[in-house]
């Protein structure tokens, strides 16, 4: 089940996931997690948050329109593979198109391109580092 979560909840899952859970909840927080226009989505199986996506209005250098930047995509280990990521991030497409959002961006992990690129999205910036995540590129995904 999909669900339109708080930044509390999604803290958490975010340190387990993208850092291995080396930092506090705390300092998982992103500037623009409660700017208004953002929301956090949450994955629940059996009443366990699996999986998190949040997204913020803000827009990316060349490109024109409404833009929303996606961060903080993670599934616990155990559901990865199963496709949970792309049910959040199609739910988000279609309520994004609901708010007349031209376009999604993120910067991708090099470990989760493929993810990415099989969801629709397009690199749009050569490789560069994001400490302390590693690699990374720009990716841009039109809506509408």
């Known amino acids: 089940m999909i669900k339109f979560i708080s930044v509390e909840d999604v803290l958490p899952l975010r340190n387990t996931v993208l850092r291995e859970g080396k930092l506090t909840p ?19 199986i059996k009443g366990e948050l699996v999986s998190v996506v949040s997204f913020h209005l803000i827009s990316y250098k ?12 993670g599934t616990i280990e155990k559901y990865r593979g ?10 988000a497409i279609v309520y994004l198109r609901g708010q007349k959002a031209n376009y999604i961006w993120c910067n991708g992990r090099r470990k989760a391109l493929r993810f990415y690129q099989n969801a629709g999205f397009e690199i749009v910036s050569p490789e560069f580092d994001l400490p302390p995540a590693g690699p990374h590129n720009a990716l841009y995904l039109k809506i509408q």
């Open 26 to 44: 705390n300092e998982m927080r992103y500037t623009n997690d409660n700017a208004e226009g953002s929301f956090h989505l949450g994955y629940y």
């Open 62 to 73: 060349q490109f024109q329109g409404n833009g929303y930047q996606m961060r903080g995509v």
């Open 82 to 91: 199963e496709g949970i990521g792309t049910r959040l991030l199609n739910f």
